[in-house]
């Protein structure tokens, strides 16, 4: 199965509710080698979403990291930054939900950097990005840096265009 596939195939089953299915499947079909385009990113992203909602830390970690190093590795500047962007505030959740907030910080902070400019053109990735933030900046008792990256991520959602990954935006 390809990378494409498989994303294709672990979003369905997300959205299904089938999470057990869609982390084995994205695990089984997650990239180890040097397979390169957004595909394979977008597929250890998700791993490493649904590592973490079942609290496998360390798994969610390196699906993550890998993301992210991947990301890299990617030419068109757009697809980079955002991908990158989401790996990264996703580890950043992840090292949250270990207790490690202080590790977040740069993390965030790379994220929100890396996805400001393609906010329009990318407002559903823009949003986990900026909420995750802004939830962070609440922790700190930032309220208005807080405030100012939730509004960010309403306006954003509000872009998005209507379906089911705009809903899921704007319930985060």
């Given at each position: 199965?390809t990378s494409?596939d498989a994303?294709d195939?672990?979003l369905?089953?997300?959205?299904?509710?089938?999470?057990?299915?869609?982390?084995e499947?994205?695990?089984?079909?997650?990239?180890t080698?040097?397979?390169g385009g957004?595909?394979?990113v977008q597929?250890?992203?998700?791993?490493?979403?649904?590592d973490?909602e079942?609290?496998?830390y360390?798994?969610?970690a390196?699906?993550l990291?890998?993301?992210?190093?991947l990301?890299g590795?990617?030419?068109?500047?757009?697809?980079?930054?955002?991908?990158?962007?989401?790996?990264?505030?996703?580890?950043?959740?992840?090292?949250?939900?270990?207790?490690?907030?202080?590790e977040?910080?740069?993390?965030?902070?790379?994220a929100?950097?890396?996805i400001?400019?393609?906010?329009g053109a990318a407002?559903?990735?823009?949003?986990?990005?900026?909420?995750?933030?802004g939830?962070?900046?609440?922790?700190l008792a930032?309220?208005?840096?807080?405030?100012?990256?939730?509004?960010?991520?309403?306006?954003?959602?509000?872009?998005?265009?209507a379906?089911?990954?705009r809903?899921?935006?704007?319930?985060?």
């Open positions: 199965m494409s994303l195939r672990v369905q089953l997300r959205s299904n509710a089938d999470y057990r299915g869609a982390r499947l994205a695990n089984a079909e997650a990239p080698g040097g397979e957004p595909r394979p597929l250890l992203i998700e791993l490493g979403r649904l973490e079942f609290a496998d360390p798994a969610a390196s699906a990291a890998r993301a992210a190093e990301a590795a990617l030419e068109a500047a757009e697809e980079r930054d955002v991908l990158r962007a989401r790996a990264l505030a996703g580890l950043a959740a992840v090292r949250r939900a270990e207790g490690r907030s202080n977040s910080d740069p993390l965030l902070a790379d929100v950097a890396l400001e400019p393609h906010i407002p559903v990735p823009s949003v986990r990005v900026l909420v995750e933030a939830a962070r900046q609440a922790e930032e309220h208005h840096a807080a405030q100012a990256l939730f509004e960010q991520a309403v306006a954003a959602a509000g872009a998005a265009d379906g089911p990954e809903d899921g935006a704007q319930a985060q």
